[in-house]
């Protein structure tokens, strides 16, 4: 009963509560804006919600990682990119506006992107899963849209109209509320880990070593691909750490509620606690190059 409830109440809830914080920082003028820089945004989407997950699969395939711990990933790379991209862009010296932007972009592309990703991974990495990524099992695109749109759309439409109606109280409460949800995530990540802990102790090494250089590759190609479409330097390392750093959140909370099976959840956590140390060593290099 007790894993019923924080299966289906504690971790929706949670992440209801993360995108609510997310939307108090948004104001319809922050989509307005990529309409004004449409390259920008065209390059950031072929980095995150093509390149992103399709290397990956790539190198899934190359490592030879299997079954749920491979879904576990793909989930990962198939999610939106995480809030705290704005708080990295911001000390690497990047246009914290194109990532405020591209982040309330990405957190509504996903309840198109991420389910038949999530769904095509299930079918190709599960003959050699447990549980939910098991083989026979499907998951109705229709139904995974609707519970994505419901912890991603409503949250975040909230937050935009309380912002919208109560602008002062809003920006008074959102720093505060962006620090609860960064606590929240920390007890999400850890619940994770301990109800898995053997299977994570068991694999850790090839995780964390696939995590970690995931992260890093991620971060070269974001900036890189940016550079070479021209965009400034400002912007290349924007779209660097938008390309990298993931709503680790969400994966967890699509393995463990929507997907019902924890361990798929194990990739999203350790991937959510690695990837803050290559974005802060990539936002210092770059604040380092970058004008203020």
Same mark, same amino acid.
């Given at each position: ?90 000390i690497a010296r990047g246009d914290v506006a ?40 499907t998951v109705p695109v229709g139904l995974m ?38 606590? @929240?995530?920390? $007890?999400? /990540?850890?619940?994770? +880990? *301990?109800?898995?802990?053997? !299977?994570? %102790?068991?694999?850790?090494?090839? =995780? ?7 992260? @890093?590759?991620? $971060?070269? /190609?974001?900036?890189? +691909? *940016?550079?070479?479409?021209? !965009?400034? %330097?400002?912007?290349?390392?924007? =779209? ?12 967890? /909370? ?39």
């Amino acid at each position: 009963m007790e894993g019923d409830i924080v299966t289906t109440i504690l971790l929706p809830g949670i992440l209801a509560f993360i995108m609510f914080s997310l939307g108090l920082g948004l104001t319809v003028e922050d989509f307005v804006r990529i309409v004004r820089q449409p390259r920008a945004l065209l390059v950031g989407v072929l980095c995150h919600f093509v390149l992103l997950p399709l290397i990956c699969f790539l190198l899934l395939k190359a490592v030879g990682i299997g079954g749920v711990f491979a879904i576990g990933f793909m989930i990962l790379a198939a999610c939106p990119t995480g809030t705290t991209s704005n708080l990295l862009t911001y000390i690497a010296r990047g246009d914290v506006a194109l990532a405020v932007s591209f982040t309330a972009v990405a957190s509504v592309a996903t309840i198109f992107t991420l389910p038949p990703i999530v769904i095509w991974s299930m079918q190709h990495f599960g003959g050699n899963a447990q549980g939910a990524g098991g083989a026979g099992v499907t998951v109705p695109v229709g139904l995974m849209m609707g519970q994505i749109f419901l912890m991603l759309g409503v949250p975040v439409g909230l937050g935009m109209l309380v912002r919208a109606r109560w602008p002062d109280g809003a920006l008074r409460w959102e720093p505060r509320a962006t620090r609860v949800a960064a606590v @929240l995530f920390i $007890l999400i /990540v850890l619940g994770a +880990v *301990a109800k898995n802990w053997v !299977l994570l %102790r068991d694999n850790f090494g090839s =995780l964390a070593g696939f995590a970690i250089g995931l992260n @890093l590759l991620m $971060l070269a /190609v974001g900036f890189l +691909v *940016a550079w070479l479409a021209r !965009l400034s %330097r400002r912007q290349s390392v924007t =779209l660097g750490i938008e390309t990298a750093v993931q709503n680790a959140t969400l994966a967890i /909370v699509i393995a463990s509620t929507v997907l019902q099976d924890d361990a798929l959840a194990i990739p999203g956590g350790l991937y959510g606690v690695l990837m803050y140390a290559g974005g802060l060593l990539f936002a210092f290099g770059m604040r380092r190059f970058t004008r203020s």
